[in-house]
């Protein structure tokens, strides 16, 4: 196939871009808005443009059969939610011209019933948005991913590690369910392999189901070997614990905002079909933290290939 990867340079585009490369034989080309300062892998093409700017990036979609949606505005200035809703609206309409097959998208775990976050809100809203093109979309939702490079665990790894004692606000002690960055470029191959996955939303998160407490207290431990004591209060609003991080991390507020505010949504796999196609063994959170770190070594006859029919007894 003909792979198109938006979001090339991010945390996991560029990561999804090296699988692609090594694992797979698909023709592979990337959209990055700086050509000239993206050093591609061999044999991978590039095109510049940016989503936001109609006329642009159109020409990178040329004679493409599938395009991976890797585009999040959030900690840019100005209003994230429109930019994504721009940026969505402009690609959806140019992957219809050019024909594409297939678009597949990585989004944001939580449940539509609840009160979703802005950052989950967007997320949602771009989904609908690229549905409403010709291309059949694949949606893999995800709570925080794990891995080197990830804004949201920079933000709890420095949390974790900066102060003994931390003032957080009661939704700490929501439920997630993390994922490490090695399973979501996994799970992304996968439905690149699988036509029957064109069209549908997954659902997809590591094997541990833990509250932010117990996330902060375990990667605390991890890298210092000794737990923060965290004391949740009721008056600390998701717009003053951006402050308050803003001053502990170097995230920051426009990013750290949103991040903090999604924490009120329970962020949980309750849909779990992609695991009947994908013979994956999921990786634990504290792994996931150790080789966020450098700590342990990711082992490549560790990882998952996207189950092919004789792999999975015929199905």
Same mark, same amino acid.
């Given at each position: 196939?003909?792979?198109?990867?938006?979001?090339?340079?991010?945390?996991?585009?560029?990561?999804?871009?090296?699988?692609?490369?090594?694992?797979?034989?698909?023709?592979?080309?990337?959209?990055?808005?700086?050509?000239?300062?993206?050093?591609?892998?061999?044999?991978?093409?590039?095109?510049?443009?940016?989503?936001?700017? #109609?006329?642009?990036?159109?020409?990178?979609?040329?004679?493409?059969?599938?395009?991976?949606?890797?585009?999040?505005?959030?900690?840019?200035?100005?209003?994230?939610?429109?930019?994504?809703?721009?940026?969505?609206?402009?690609?959806?309409?140019?992957?219809?011209?050019?024909?594409?097959?297939?678009?597949?998208?990585?989004?944001?775990?939580?449940?539509?019933?609840?009160?979703?976050?802005?950052?989950?809100?967007?997320?949602?809203?771009?989904?609908?948005?690229?549905?409403?093109?010709?291309?059949? !979309?694949?949606?893999?939702?995800?709570?925080?991913?794990?891995?080197?490079?990830?804004?949201?665990?920079? &933000?709890?790894?420095?949390?974790?590690?900066?102060?003994?004692?931390?003032?957080?606000?009661?939704?700490?002690?929501?439920?997630?369910?993390?994922?490490?960055?090695?399973?979501? !470029?996994?799970?992304?191959?996968?439905? &690149?392999?699988?036509?029957?996955?064109?069209?549908?939303?997954?659902?997809?998160?590591? #094997?541990?189901?833990?509250?932010?407490?117990?996330?902060?207290?375990?990667?605390?431990?991890?890298?210092?070997?000794?737990?923060?004591?965290?004391?949740?209060?009721?008056?600390?609003? #998701?717009?003053?614990?951006?402050?308050?991080?803003?001053?502990?991390?170097?995230?920051?507020?426009?990013?750290?905002?949103?991040?903090?505010?999604?924490?009120?949504?329970?962020?949980?796999?309750?849909?779990?079909?992609?695991?009947?196609?994908?013979?994956?063994?999921?990786? #634990?959170?504290?792994?996931?933290?150790?080789?966020?770190?450098?700590?342990?070594?990711?082992?490549?006859?560790?990882?998952?290939?996207?189950?092919?029919?004789?792999?999975?007894?015929?199905?």
């Amino acid at each position: 196939m003909r792979v198109l990867v938006t979001g090339a340079t991010g945390f996991v585009g560029g990561r999804l871009v090296t699988a692609l490369h090594t694992k797979t034989t698909h023709d592979v080309t990337v959209l990055v808005r700086d050509a000239a300062s993206y050093e591609a892998p061999d044999d991978v093409a590039v095109v510049e443009g940016d989503v936001l700017e #109609p006329g642009s990036f159109e020409d990178g979609l040329a004679d493409v059969d599938v395009a991976y949606y890797l585009i999040h505005a959030m900690g840019a200035s100005g209003d994230f939610a429109e930019r994504d809703r721009r940026g969505a609206r402009n690609f959806e309409r140019a992957a219809s011209d050019a024909g594409l097959e297939r678009v597949i998208y990585l989004s944001g775990l939580g449940s539509d019933g609840d009160s979703l976050s802005s950052h989950l809100a967007s997320r949602r809203e771009v989904e609908s948005i690229l549905r409403e093109g010709t291309a059949d !979309v694949t949606v893999l939702r995800a709570a925080i991913i794990i891995g080197d490079g990830s804004a949201s665990f920079r &933000l709890v790894r420095q949390l974790a590690t900066r102060l003994p004692v931390m003032i957080t606000p009661q939704w700490v002690d929501t439920d997630c369910q993390p994922i490490a960055i090695e399973d979501v !470029v996994t799970y992304c191959l996968a439905v &690149l392999e699988r036509p029957e996955t064109a069209g549908e939303t997954y659902e997809i998160g590591g #094997p541990d189901v833990i509250t932010y407490r117990e996330m902060l207290l375990e990667t605390g431990e991890i890298i210092t070997g000794r737990r923060p004591l965290i004391l949740p209060v009721p008056v600390l609003s #998701p717009r003053l614990s951006a402050h308050w991080v803003g001053l502990v991390t170097d995230v920051p507020n426009r990013l750290a905002y949103p991040l903090i505010d999604g924490v009120r949504n329970r962020v949980v796999v309750t849909d779990d079909r992609l695991e009947d196609l994908v013979d994956i063994e999921p990786t #634990p959170y504290d792994v996931a933290v150790r080789r966020a770190l450098g700590l342990e070594a990711d082992s490549e006859s560790d990882r998952a290939e996207p189950a092919t029919p004789s792999d999975r007894g015929g199905e």
